[in-house]
Structures are given as structure tokens and as C-alpha cells.
């Protein structure tokens, strides 16, 4: 990237990043909801276990490429293959992580304008209506108003675009370490706020009772792979962010700090969700609508409701925001090195044209409801073109990615270079690659075709 010169100023910056990069809006109500519908505290030991046997050695396999590469995904890859005598082929795992972030941004830019229209409605208009009806008309109405969504998009993608263009410094960093601080303070607010006006106790059985009955082999694939998505590991995000970072940062330390601070976010948000739903008699598994439907629904019948309506909806904006400025910074370093830009022009085209392919998404649930692209194949029949953009790369280019990155730093790399970058000793150096060689790669190759074969 033409602006090497560009570093986190110190740790926190860094880990706070990081940690915003991997809390997005499936840690605040996928990881509660898929641990309660799939037998609990059973759930979590085998989500502990992916952590550790998968996205813990990946992410230190990402965060090392990075530092030693100090470019964009491709560029850090391609460097570090050079330098180890590997073919500069192994770049296009990197590759296909700009590309994948790319895709993802431009449906999670769609769906990051929705708390956009949320968050402006609780303050303008109140939201406070109790009937079911009108709630999910409201949200109908969203859906249906090509126009509206697409100017919601706009404002996201541009209160994106315009921290990633200030730089990693004044840009990227200093937005974390605003937001990242808002999320943690609104998130345990909310927590106990819905502890104390909704039911705690069937919340705690529906995340932690261990529940074998609702458990299968298909739950302990999902619970594997839900650390692998939700950290983001495999899409080269880490390669990025590491590319940033001081040589007297411990690369270790940040991986740690990511992970437990993701899980435990992840957990807070499932006590400020799931007491309300519960307290009011309401599905925990109905998806995006909980969020945009049932949860504004409770949220009306309880005191202080419209505050916490505006707090929830600020939550989701704010985890949002976090993880969409690592995705754009994904296709902005590429861009940089590639071509020679600097930041403002790689920033104006990478979103520009993101948004624009996001536009296809907010078709999908209007104009373009009924266009299914791969109608003709089974199991794709009623697949708009935004379920087939997550598809495509949540369950085959993650995985790829992934898989690619850990062959490539177990099989390919020097042992010297994983000591050297982590600060480990000879037995953890040999524990890592022995998991990046065997263990990772064949837990994402599994928890990869899950999908396909359950």
C-alpha cells in the first residue's frame, strides 16, 4: 500500500479496532439465540473449543502475515511467499478476501441503514406503538420503499467512507476509540435494563441449561464454525489491521483480548435481548425481525420504552459501523498498493461502487422480490440476489480463505518467522503450526460443508 507509513499509535488502538471488527450485528443476536436453540452450556463448550482449535491459531496466523507483509491481504501474502521462496500464488487467498469483504459490505451497508432509519425514527417519531400490526408495517413499509433504503444505504456507506478516508490514525482509530466505548456502555445499560424489566431467569435457562435433547451433530458443526464467522477470521481483515501495528505490540495479547472481548459482548447482548423477549411472550428465533419487529414491539410496552427503543437501535448502528469500517478498509489497501492511489481517491471509488452493488440488495426486497438468479438449481429456488451474495460468501468464500491461510503459514512458512512475529517459545510454536497444519484446516473444511450436507 502506497501509505506503509500509516500505524496504530499504540496498543489500544489497535485492540479496540480489532474488537470492533469482530463484533458486528451477529454478535448481538445470532451468538445468544444460536446457543439457546442448540442445548445451551453443551453449545458453548463446543463454541470454546472452535475458538481455540480454529479461529484463536488463524487469527494468529492472519495477525503475523500482516506485520511481517505490511500491505493489503494479496500484498502481505504475496511478500511473505516471496520471502520464503513459495509461489506468489498464495496472494489470491488474499484476494479473495478483499473480494469477499467487498460483497459483504455492500449487503451490510443495506442492512447497517436500516438502524440508520431505526435509530432517526425512535427520535423523530416516537416508535412507540404497541400494535403488532403496525410495528411490522412500519418495517413493511421500510422494505417495500426502494428510494428510502437506498438513501438509508448512502448515509451508512458514507459515515464509513468518511473515517476510513481520514487515515488509520485520525480515521479508523479514533473512531474506535469513540464507538467502542459507546457499544460497551450501551450494551451493559441495555443488559440491565432488560434484567431488571424483563425475565432474567428464562433468559439464563434458554442460553445456559444443558440441554442434550436440542443438541445434535449438526449444532456442534454450527457451534464451530459461529466463532470462525463471527470473529471474521479468513477474510483477511486481521492481515490489514496487523499491517499497522507496531513491532513492540504483542500480536498474542490482541488475539486474546479480541476473542474473550467478542464472547463476552456476545453474551451481555444475549441478557439485554432475550429478558425482553421472554417477558413478553415473543419468538427468539425470527431472525432480522426480532430485531426490527418483535424487540420495538416489547420495547413499547415497558417503561422508558421509547429510550431504550433509541439506546438498542444506537447499539446497532454503532456494532455496525465498527465491523463495516474493516470491511472497506479491505478493498481501500488493496486499491492503494495496486494502483498507486492514495486514500481519498481508493476510498470514493471502493465505496462508491459498493454502494452501488449494494443497491442489487435493497432491490431484493422490493422491486426485484421476485427475482430468483439461480431459480432453476435446487435449493436455490427462492434465493433473492441478496440471499445469494451472504450465501456465497459465508459458506464458500470464508472457508476457502481460511482454509488456504492456515496451509499456507503451517505447510509454507519458516518457523522462525511465527516465532518471531508472536514472541513464542520452540513447544507453543510447535503446538501452533502442528493446529494450523491439522486441526484448523480440517475443522473449517467441516464446519464449511456443513451447510451442504445438513
Given at each position: 500500500m502506497s501509505d506503509t507509513q500509516e500505524r496504530w499509535s499504540g496498543r489500544l488502538?489497535?485492540?479496540?479496532?480489532?474488537?470492533?471488527?469482530?463484533?458486528?450485528?451477529?454478535?448481538?443476536?445470532?451468538?445468544?439465540?444460536?446457543?439457546?436453540?442448540?442445548?445451551?452450556?453443551?453449545?458453548?463448550?463446543?463454541?470454546?473449543?472452535?475458538l481455540a482449535l480454529i479461529v484463536f491459531p488463524l487469527l494468529l496466523a492472519e495477525f503475523s502475515l500482516g506485520r511481517r507483509g505490511r500491505a493489503d491481504a494479496a500484498g502481505s501474502i504475496a511478500a511473505v511467499a516471496h520471502a520464503h521462496g513459495a509461489s506468489r500464488h498464495w496472494a489470491l487467498a488474499g484476494s479473495l478476501g478483499v473480494l469477499a469483504a467487498y460483497l459483504i459490505l455492500s449487503f451490510y451497508s443495506v442492512i447497517g441503514g436500516w438502524t440508520v432509519a431505526y435509530a432517526l425514527g425512535a427520535v423523530l417519531e416516537g416508535r412507540a406503538s404497541a400494535d403488532a400490526a403496525e410495528v411490522q408495517a412500519q418495517f413493511d413499509a421500510l422494505l417495500s420503499a426502494p428510494l428510502r433504503m437506498a438513501l438509508h444505504h448512502a448515509a451508512f456507506m458514507l459515515i464509513t467512507a468518511a473515517i476510513v478516508a481520514r487515515g488509520i490514525a485520525h480515521g479508523i482509530e479514533a473512531a474506535v476509540k469513540v464507538l467502542m466505548p459507546i457499544l460497551f456502555v450501551l450494551v451493559v445499560g441495555l443488559a440491565i435494563y432488560s434484567i431488571v424489566e424483563g425475565d432474567a431467569a428464562a433468559a439464563t435457562r434458554f442460553m445456559f441449561s444443558l440441554d442434550f435433547e436440542h443438541f445434535s451433530g449438526r449444532a456442534a458443526l454450527e457451534a464451530v464454525g459461529l466463532g470462525f464467522f463471527s470473529i471474521g477470521v479468513g477474510l483477511g481483515l486481521m492481515i490489514v489491521y496487523a499491517a499497522y501495528a507496531g513491532s513492540e505490540i504483542s500480536l498474542r495479547e490482541v488475539a486474546l483480548v479480541t476473542i474473550v472481548s467478542d464472547t463476552a459482548i456476545s453474551f451481555l447482548a444475549g441478557f439485554a435481548i432475550f429478558p425482553i423477549v421472554f417477558a413478553n411472550g415473543l419468538d427468539p428465533a425470527s431472525g432480522p425481525g426480532l430485531l426490527f419487529v418483535t424487540l420495538p414491539l416489547a420495547f413499547a410496552k415497558m417503561p422508558f420504552g421509547e429510550i431504550a427503543a433509541f439506546t438498542f437501535f444506537i447499539l446497532l448502528f454503532v456494532a455496525a459501523l465498527a465491523s463495516a469500517i474493516s470491511?472497506?478498509?479491505?478493498?481501500?489497501?488493496?486499491?492503494?498498493?495496486?494502483?498507486?492511489?492514495?486514500?481519498?481517491?481508493?476510498?470514493?471509488?471502493?465505496?462508491?461502487?459498493?454502494?452501488?452493488?449494494?443497491?442489487?440488495?435493497?432491490?431484493?426486497?422490493?422491486?426485484?422480490?421476485?427475482?430468483?438468479?439461480?431459480?432453476?438449481?435446487?435449493?436455490?429456488?427462492?434465493?433473492?440476489?441478496?440471499?445469494?451474495?451472504?450465501?456465497?460468501?459465508?459458506?464458500?468464500?470464508?472457508?476457502?480463505?481460511?482454509?488456504?491461510?492456515?496451509?499456507?503459514?503451517?505447510?509454507?512458512?519458516?518457523?522462525?518467522?511465527?516465532?518471531s512475529e508472536l514472541a513464542l517459545g520452540p513447544v507453543a510454536t510447535a503446538v501452533l503450526r502442528g493446529l494450523l497444519r491439522y486441526v484448523t484446516p480440517l475443522g473449517i473444511a467441516i464446519a464449511g460443508l456443513a451447510p451442504i450436507f445438513f
Open positions: 488502538g489497535f485492540i479496540l479496532a480489532t474488537i470492533g471488527s469482530a463484533v458486528g450485528l451477529g454478535s448481538i443476536w445470532k451468538f445468544p439465540y444460536e446457543v439457546g436453540t442448540n442445548g445451551g452450556s453443551v453449545f458453548v463448550l463446543f463454541y470454546l473449543a472452535g470491511m472497506l478498509e479491505m478493498p481501500v489497501s488493496w486499491l492503494m498498493r495496486r494502483f498507486g492511489w492514495s486514500r481519498l481517491p481508493a476510498v470514493v471509488v471502493a465505496a462508491g461502487s459498493c454502494w452501488l452493488l449494494g443497491l442489487a440488495s435493497v432491490f431484493s426486497f422490493n422491486l426485484w422480490a421476485d427475482w430468483f438468479p439461480l431459480g432453476a438449481l435446487p435449493g436455490y429456488e427462492g434465493a433473492t440476489f441478496f440471499d445469494l451474495t451472504d450465501q456465497l460468501t459465508s459458506n464458500a468464500m470464508l472457508p476457502i480463505g481460511g482454509f488456504v491461510i492456515s496451509v499456507f503459514v503451517g505447510w509454507r512458512l519458516s518457523e522462525q518467522l511465527i516465532r
